[in-house]
């Protein structure tokens, strides 16, 4: 069955996307510093200000105190959805999961412009998530591991 030009572009845009979620997975697990100490300094961030009022409990009492293994969960998150997208392989559940953690961190960065400031600037400081999140929806509705990837081989 041929690709169309519109389904190679979407393989190519989820490459490169496996691309920096393999640099942000591999950064997390290389060395102790974001498990042991820079996992902590974001949460108690987004606790102490940016996170959304409701989502606040969720990183103070279920997340925080089990920061080191969450930490190094993190990146192996990344490197799973990473790997799964360059490899065209599990694309759906992985951008399920990838959707999921960008909503996660949207939550958690939402009042980063502060509180009272023109909407567009709360939707300006989410542009390293939304674009992700968007990216993961489009991945799964077009069923992007088909192009370019052993989804579509394991179903040939």
Known sequence: MPSSASSKVIAGARIATAVFFLLFGEYKLA???FAHGG???YLKG?????????????????VLPHAVW????VGL???FI?????????????SVLGALF???????TWWEPGHGAPLWRYFGAELDTLPLLLLFI???ATDAGTVWGLDGRRRA
Do not use: C, K
Request: charged share 10%; hydrophobic share 50%; net charge neutral.
């Open 138 to 140: 489009i991945f799964f």
């Open 46 to 62: 987004y606790i102490d200000g940016t996170a959304v009022s409701f989502y606040r409990p969720v990183l103070a009492h279920l």
């Open 31 to 33: 060395g102790p510093g």
């Open 82 to 94: 990473g790997l799964s997208l360059l490899l065209g392989l599990w694309v759906r559940p992985a």
């Open 70 to 73: 969450l930490g190094y969960g």
């Open 77 to 79: 998150l990344e490197i």
């Open 39 to 41: 996992f902590q300094g």
């Open 102 to 108: 960008m909503l996660n961190l949207t939550l958690s």
